[in-house]
């Protein structure tokens, strides 16, 4: 909510952040405070169609710092404000469909023709089961299928490259726990 108490879009995607931890959420406040302010009047907005707010599950509440020692956990906190499942989940009528999380399908048209969000579940053939934990580090941070070839756009490798490996490493151990999806 805004201090006047109207709703902020869906489309700043705030659902996905409930589970930042409280010491991770004061940094991005400090850093958008040391931002210089600028002048920008906006209008208040005009909402023409019912607001759905995406909380993935389990990203309902913040992560506690016991839970953060845990790689799986880690993990899964990273992909959440990430935005991993937010592609990589189909959507049905707009909506994200969590029974299907991970499996992919979305379609991201752009300058690069059009791409299909892949299925990131622990399936062995369909999924990223039988890929080795470098070979996903490798898509994730170079844009790499495990075949050697490029991954299109819109996935934001170039901001993921800067990852540190423990960061991926829970990623990864997270993408492991993913139900399998066919």
């Known amino acids: 909510m805004r201090p006047n108490g109207t709703q902020i879009a869906p489309m700043m995607p705030y659902g996905f952040y409930k589970v930042f931890t409280p010491a991770d959420i004061d940094a991005v406040v400090a850093y958008l405070k040391s931002v210089s302010a600028v002048s920008n009047a906006v209008e208040p907005p005009v909402y023409k169609a019912a ?60 300058p690069w023709g059009v791409t299909v969000s892949r299925n990131i579940t622990s399936h062995a053939t369909a999924g990223l089961g039988a890929w080795s934990d470098a070979e996903i580090k490798a898509a994730i941070t170079q844009g790499l299928h495990r075949d050697g070839t490029k991954l299109k756009p819109p996935m934001a490798i170039s901001l993921y490259a800067t990852m540190t490996d423990q960061d991926l490493s829970a990623i990864v151990a997270y993408l492991r726990t993913v139900p399998a999806k066919e």
């Open 51 to 110: 607001m759905h707010v995406d909380t993935p599950p389990g990203a309902d509440k913040a992560m506690s710092e016991t839970d953060m020692a845990d790689p799986g956990k880690r993990g899964f906190y990273l992909a959440t404000i990430g935005h991993c499942m937010e592609c990589h989940t189909p959507l049905v009528n707009d909506v994200h469909d969590y029974a299907q999380l991970g499996k992919g399908g979305q379609s991201f048209p752009g």
